[in-house]
């Protein structure tokens, strides 16, 4: 990310300290840049603890200051509560949470199997669920504010055929976004969330276009002609966990170009002529991508 393009004042986010899930790599690896740029003490955790750690040393390098990696999976809560108790033993409370780790793949729906979907499930939906509840039962007890921030997708208000699971399970994510927004907000917790179009990342784009094959229309077609840039979203999720517009509750903002108005941004258009032969190609490809994520991984 070009830091340049960061549009607020340094010292922003001074003492700050927030957890960004899925903050090894992709989108949530942006959001930590920033976050630690503007001046917060940022933890991430993944599922690799050896890929957090280096993006944690090779921020720290760049900008300075403290980033925390923790090699965790959210699927599960006792893994979540351990690494909680260590947050807090580390310095005290979060004031922030961004619910960045995802998991999914372009798949016909009658391909999967019930450990398909739960892969996805038990990632999107009940791990996202995990680590908030966990970290707002903490805050409610101690009386502290703090903001929560989901990474969804436009998928939310339209659904997405080939993403099922990922559709449903974020869809949930965005129904707890509004529901806690107004149950907790009375706590000083609250609830937005970010809905992107295509941000393109190396494990978006081996497991939601294979080897090119289908690609998907959500940059094909952007009213804008591109897809969006890292500093962009970075912006937007700042806005959102930095101190300033904390009235701001209980909302879903897209950044997508218009693409979602314009043509659905799913996968429809690039995927619904594929057959057999076709998708058994991009569930070899997708196959070789996890296989290869699967053996860096010690949590
Ligand atoms: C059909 C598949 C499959 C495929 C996996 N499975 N890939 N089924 N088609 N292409 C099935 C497997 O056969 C298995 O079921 C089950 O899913 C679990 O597979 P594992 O490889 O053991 O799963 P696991 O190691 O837990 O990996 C989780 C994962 C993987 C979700 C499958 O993709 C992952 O780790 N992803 C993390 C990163 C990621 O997905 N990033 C992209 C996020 S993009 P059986 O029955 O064989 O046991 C995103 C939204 C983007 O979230 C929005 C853009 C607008």
Not at 59 to 69: M, Q
Request: proline fraction near 2%.
């Amino acid at each position: 990310m070009d830091v340049s393009k960061l549009m607020f004042r340094p010292g922003l986010m001074d003492g700050q300290r927030i957890l960004v899930t899925g903050g090894g790599t992709g989108l949530g690896r942006e959001m930590t840049e920033a976050f630690l740029k503007l001046g917060a003490t940022v933890h991430i955790c993944g599922r690799r603890a050896a890929k957090a750690q280096e993006t944690a040393d090779a921020l720290i390098e760049a900008h300075g200051g403290t980033v925390v990696a923790h090699g965790c999976d959210i699927r599960d809560a006792d893994a979540i509560d351990a690494m909680i108790d260590a947050i807090w033993e580390d310095g005290g409370a979060l004031t922030g949470v961004v619910n960045n780790a995802a998991g999914n793949f372009i798949s016909r729906t009658e391909d999967l199997s019930i450990n398909g979907f739960n892969a996805i499930a038990d990632i999107v939906f009940r791990g996202t669920f995990y680590v908030t509840h966990n970290v707002g039962k903490r805050l409610i007890a101690e009386g502290r504010k703090a903001s929560f921030l989901s990474i969804l997708t436009t998928w939310v208000w339209n659904g997405s055929a080939f993403v099922v699971p990922s559709a449903m399970s974020k869809s949930a994510i965005n129904t707890m976004t509004q529901s806690l927004a107004v149950e907790w907000g009375r706590y000083g917790l609250r609830f937005n969330a970010i809905a992107p179009g295509a941000f393109p990342t190396k494990g978006m784009s081996a497991r939601l276009a294979p080897g090119g094959r289908g690609g998907n229309d959500m940059s094909g077609g952007n009213p804008m002609g591109r897809v969006g840039e890292m500093h962009e979203l970075a912006n937007l999720a700042t806005f959102l966990m930095a101190p300033g517009a904390e009235y701001v509750n209980g909302q879903t903002i897209a950044i997508d170009g218009a693409g979602y108005q314009a043509n659905g941004g799913t996968f429809w258009g690039a995927l619904s002529h594929l057959g057999d032969e076709e998708w058994e190609q991009v569930r070899a490809m997708i196959k070789g991508t996890n296989e290869k994520d699967k053996a860096e991984r010690t949590a």
